[in-house]
């Protein structure tokens, strides 16, 4: 155990023949009491001093972990948002490639159609042409031939009988 000051003020020493100055020795004593008494105050106070740096140490070691949790938590938080956007830019071009391929199918589809449909009226267009053209040609060998003759002569005869009349 050490010693306290009071251990230090209580302390007797035996008296020798021709021992030390009892005045010196004391003031000795008393020096090394109020040094000592220091040193203790001194290392009371870095005591607690130690004891608050070590609590505050230890605030700071939970706040770097929560720091450092948060940090992995943030970490983990990015990478997350950064694989959904990702999947979501996937889904997005599929979805656009699929419009696309349904769009140009739609416009070829379309086109052939309008094709098929132009062939078909220029086929229309070539048979009426040919009707008419044999139906014009029908009518002009129709008022060449001989009947026809006859037929504006009895109705031109007609005509004078009907205007005589009247």
Known sequence: MPLTPLDIHNKEFTRGFRGYDEDEV????????????AVLREKKDLFEQVTTLEEKLGHFQDMEETLNKSILIAQETAEE???NAQKEAQLIVKEAE???DRIINDAL????KVMMDM????KQASVYKMRFKMLIEAQLE???????????AT???EEEETSYTE
Request: charged share 50%.
């Open 155 to 157: 109705v031109d005869d």
């Open 26 to 37: 004391n003031e000795f004593l008393d020096q090394v009491i109020k040094d000592y008494e």
């Open 109 to 112: 589809s379309k086109s052939r």
């Open 119 to 122: 062939e078909e009226l220029k």
């Open 98 to 100: 699929k419009n696309a």
């Open 81 to 83: 948002v950064r694989r």
């Open 142 to 152: 129709m008022l060449q031939t001989e009947d026809w003759k006859e037929m504006t």
